[in-house]
């Protein structure tokens, strides 16, 4: 191994503590928060783990509903003293439960329905660029001549009607 090899893998590793430590601090500080948010988020852990979208992307949208739904669980322990002793009963709450759960339910309801919404906006965003191109052809036909709509000019197709 070189030394330039081996100069990037421990910055890399340098880059990784400096993120690390401060979140195991700050985890430490505040335990009860972190505990309750950490049980809060199992659904999150799960979708990670099926998660094969590239960028995990059901992962980002699911835990981030998924922490939504935990706001509930942090008001909880906060509004009780935000001790050890206050966590069990905080996560004994099934409305706290139900909020995380939908909260996640949610980020995989958005992430399952995106790819349609996406496709219906570039239909419609594909009708729309032909329409302007097909009134900008007709334009120069009605200036120019037919000549000018050639080979490869916009042709009008017509629709077929569904018989039911």
């Avoid at 421990?10 to 880059?15: D, V, W, Y």
């Avoid at 659904?43 to 094969?52: E, I, S």
């Avoid at 729309?128 to 191109?133: D, F």
Wanted: proline residues 4%; negative net charge.
């Amino acid at each position: 191994m070189s030394d330039n090899s081996a100069n990037a893998a421990s910055q890399i590793g340098i880059k990784t503590w400096m993120i690390i430590v401060p979140i195991v601090l700050i985890a430490l500080i505040f335990m009860p928060s972190a505990v309750v948010v950490g049980a809060g988020m199992i659904p999150t852990v799960v979708a990670r783990v099926v998660d094969t979208s590239p960028g995990k992307r059901l992962s980002i949208t699911v835990g981030g509903f998924n922490l939504i739904g935990c706001l509930y669980f942090l008001h909880l322990i906060w509004a009780a003293g935000h001790g050890m002793g206050d966590i069990r009963p905080t996560l004994g709450d099934s409305y706290g439960w139900l909020c995380a759960l939908v909260g996640a339910g949610v980020g995989w309801v958005v992430f399952g329905f995106m790819p349609a919404v996406v496709g219906k906006i570039a239909d419609t965003q594909t009708a729309l660029r032909l329409r302007s191109l097909t009134k900008d052809q007709d334009r120069l036909v009605e200036e120019w001549g037919e000549a000018v709509r050639g080979a490869y000019g916009v042709q009008e197709v017509p629709k077929v009607e569904d018989e039911d």
